[in-house]
């Protein structure tokens, strides 16, 4: 049985359409990465939120966390600051800035507490205000919140 021109052309268009529909879908979840707010609001909370954000790239290597603090949330992206049991936060947050992880701060906090900027460390950013961020991450940029 010999089929005609047009229909086996039809079949490779139908074929090549399914395809580009397959390489489509899979490029699109490959570059689809979870993305997470870990919100910290209170800086007793920061040992629990590091360690579960590193969790959670041990899990998921490919997720984009970032954190958001603001008021005694920010305290332990201070230069010298350390946890209860005197151990230092700087190592932690700079071990999870080499893997991507970003911590942003609230400049309403700053300015409220006054705050210096050149106390934070420097793997921070600032961001105008803490809760606005969450909102806008959430809004914007479909991200996932957590609140550690």
Same mark, same amino acid.
């Given at each position: @049985?010999? @089929?005609?021109?047009?229909?086996?052309?039809?079949?490779?268009?139908?074929?090549?359409?399914?395809?580009?529909?397959?390489?489509?879908?899979?490029?699109?979840?490959?570059?689809?990465?979870?993305?997470?707010? %870990?919100?910290?609001?209170?800086?007793?909370?920061?040992?629990?939120?590091?360690?579960?954000?590193?969790?959670?790239? #041990?899990?998921?290597?490919?997720?984009?966390?970032?954190?958001?603090?603001?008021?005694?949330?920010? #305290?332990?992206?201070?230069?010298?600051? @350390?946890?209860?049991?005197?151990?230092? %936060? #700087?190592?932690?947050?700079?071990?999870?800035?080499?893997?991507?992880?970003?911590?942003?701060?609230?400049?309403?906090?700053?300015?409220?507490?006054?705050?210096?900027?050149?106390?934070?460390?420097? *793997?921070?950013?600032?961001?105008?205000?803490?809760?606005? *961020?969450?909102?806008?991450?959430?809004? *914007? *940029?479909?991200?996932? %919140?957590?609140?550690?």
């Amino acid at each position: @049985m010999r @089929m005609k021109g047009n229909t086996v052309k039809k079949i490779y268009q139908i074929a090549l359409a399914l395809l580009l529909a397959v390489v489509t879908t899979l490029s699109l979840a490959a570059e689809r990465a979870e993305k997470v707010i %870990y919100h910290v609001s209170d800086s007793s909370n920061a040992t629990a939120a590091l360690r579960n954000a590193r969790n959670h790239l #041990d899990q998921s290597p490919r997720a984009r966390i970032v954190f958001v603090t603001h008021g005694p949330g920010i #305290d332990f992206l201070l230069d010298g600051a @350390m946890d209860k049991n005197g151990n230092p %936060y #700087d190592i932690a947050v700079q071990e999870l800035a080499a893997r991507k992880v970003e911590f942003r701060v609230c400049n309403n906090t700053l300015t409220g507490r006054k705050i210096d900027k050149s106390r934070l460390l420097p *793997e921070t950013s600032i961001v105008p205000s803490g809760v606005a *961020e969450i909102a806008r991450l959430q809004i *914007e *940029e479909g991200y996932a %919140y957590l609140k550690p």
